[in-house]
C-alpha cells in the first residue's frame, strides 16, 4: 500500500497560502505572497532533494496543479527539481479539469477525492507526496489519509491568508522522526502519523 507524505511550507501561525511568488494565490485579498523568499539555503536544499530522490509519485489538487505546470512543467534547466517534477507521474484530484494533457506524466482523478485516493493507495506500493494543495491535503487528512507531513516552518507570522487547518481537525497524533533548522532558522520538522 502507497503512504501519502504531505510537504508544506507554514508560518507560525499556520499560513500556508502562496510561499512562493506574490501572484501565486491572490484569493481572499491575500497581499503576503511570496513570504517564503529568502530563506532557501544549503540546508533546505539538501533536505528538500532528500524527499524528491525517493522513488515514488505525486498527488496534486487542480490549483496545485495548473500552478506547477507553469512553474515546472516547462522548465529545462537541468535543475534537479525541474527533472524530478517533469518525470514522476503526477496524479490531479479535481472535479473541474478535463484533462491534464497540458503536462507529461500527468493522470486526471475524476470524482471524489477520498474515494479516488483510497483506491489509488491500495493500487501500488509506489509512495504518493503532496506539495502544498492545501485544500486537498484538509480533506485528505480528515479522512485519515495522510501519513507523514514535513512541514518547513518558517520563522513569521503574517495574521492573514489561508492555513493549514481551518477549522476543526480531527485529533491525530504523530511523532516526530526528523527535525533539521536551517542557517535562516526555518525548521524542517518530520512528522509520522502513530
Known sequence: MRSITVTMSVTLDGVVQSPGRADEDTRGGFMHGGWGQGYWDGVMAREMGMG??????????????????????????????????????KYVVSRSLVDVDAWQNSVLLRGDAVETVTELKVESDRDLSIIGSASLVRTLHAAGLVDQYTLVIHPMTLGSG?????????????????????????????????
Open 162 to 194: 489561508s492555513r493549514l487547518f481551518e477549522g476543526p481537525a480531527p485529533r491525530t497524533g504523530f511523532q516526530l522522526t526528523r527535525s533539521v533548522t536551517t542557517t535562516t532558522g526555518v525548521i524542517i520538522a518530520r512528522y509520522a502519523r502513530m
Open 52 to 89: 524528491m530522490s525517493a522513488p515514488g509519485d505525486m498527488l496534486l489538487g487542480r490549483r496545485t496543479w495548473q500552478d506547477f505546470v507553469t512553474a515546472w512543467g516547462r522548465a529545462s534547466d537541468g535543475n534537479p527539481f525541474s527533472t524530478h517534477m517533469n518525470a514522476a507521474t
